[in-house]
């Protein structure tokens, strides 16, 4: 199998009839850059940059940030490494922000709703990550938009970090591409009106599942009623896609789902453009784009979203894809 999959390395994502969609990796920590870069994936769809704030009393500063975000850009040449921004608060704790407790953490005080609240913090990171955009080819991303106004503010943000590099002569890449997570069910609803103002989506299942059905995507007590198999989140994801296409723009999926060979076929039918999941399971993902066309793949994403249940979802992609 092993050998099989060596194979398939230096082979297109590309359906039977011709239609290419790009598959990119998942990166935690820097250190996995170079790994990453050999194993033949086309670039990184999410670099999650909180690693860096994690596990530690003081905020990394601009020139940690900058030499952290240099050293992934170098490692992958000219492909493409999507940095999102600063993702905390819901699960992921930061002792240095001294963030309040709160009831419902995951519906509170987190990722852009913070940065956007510090200003002084954010703008430090947009400099470190535009600074590091000349050694490579970054894309930046913000999580957890939910409003117009916020994807306004960030994007106001990077535009008074772009002038602040330009007055003092440092290089960056003036053409760097900006997108946002679609991860807030009121976002992929509204997805015609975000796609005007942003390069990319890419549509989060992890937090979209969570939100759209109300169920806590860390409790054990509700993981039965977990699933990106609902026909809601379908829906959704396939609006976001159907809007992003219709704006000139492309969609990402950097979920767990992204990295499901059961889904692989359904997202492509929906028109995904580009999957990131873990590196170890996108051998998988490839192979199963490679054994179907576009056409069959957009018959049965449109079989499937005609359907009720997770269970019609899951049995129908089971027969026509296992
Ligand atoms: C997601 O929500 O699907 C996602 C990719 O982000 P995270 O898992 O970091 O919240
Ligand atoms: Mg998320």
């Avoid at 704790?93 to 200003?119: K, T, Y």
């Avoid at 796609?195 to 299942?205: C, L, P, Q, R, Y």
């Amino acid at each position: 199998e092993r050998a099989a999959y060596a194979a398939l390395k230096d082979l297109p994502a590309e359906t039977t009839d011709g239609h290419r969609v790009h598959l990119m990796a998942n990166m935690a920590v820097p250190e996995e850059a170079d790994a990453l870069a050999a194993s033949g994936v086309e670039g990184i769809g999410l670099f999650r940059s909180e690693f860096l704030f994690m596990d530690r009393s003081t905020l990394p500063d601009e020139e940690e940030q900058f030499a952290a975000y240099k050293q992934v850009a170098v490692a992958f040449g000219d492909k493409p490494v999507i940095i999102r921004t600063l993702d905390v608060g819901g699960d992921k704790h930061l002792p240095a922000l001294e963030l309040p407790q709160e009831d419902n953490p995951f519906l509170g005080f987190r990722a852009m709703r913070i940065s956007l609240a510090r200003p002084e913090l954010f703008l430090v990171q947009l400099r470190a990550l535009l600074r590091a955009s000349a050694f490579g080819r970054l894309l930046i991303m913000f999580p957890m938009i939910s409003h117009l106004g916020q994807l306004r503010e960030a994007k106001r943000l990077l535009e008074q970090a772009k002038a602040e590099l330009r007055e003092k002569g440092v290089a960056f890449d003036e053409q760097i591409s900006v997108g946002m997570m679609m991860e807030i069910p009121g976002a992929c609803l509204q997805a015609d009106a975000f796609a005007k103002e942003v390069d990319f989506f890419s549509i989060g299942t992890n937090d979209l599942v969570q939100y759209t059905l109300a169920v806590d995507r860390m409790n054990a007590n509700v993981a039965d009623l977990y699933s990106y198999y609902h026909p809601a989140v379908l829906r959704l994801i396939s609006n976001v896609i159907a809007a992003s296409h219709r704006a000139g723009i492309w969609t990402g999926l950097c979920g767990e789902m992204a990295g499901d060979p059961l889904a692989t076929e359904l997202l492509l039918g929906m028109g995904l453009d580009e999957f990131s999941g873990a590196a170890s399971v996108m051998p998988k993902v490839k192979e199963r784009i490679r054994n179907t066309s576009m056409e069959k793949a957009q018959q049965l994403a449109e079989q499937v979203l005609a359907l009720a249940t997770v269970e019609e979802v899951v049995a129908l992609l089971q027969d026509k894809t296992e």
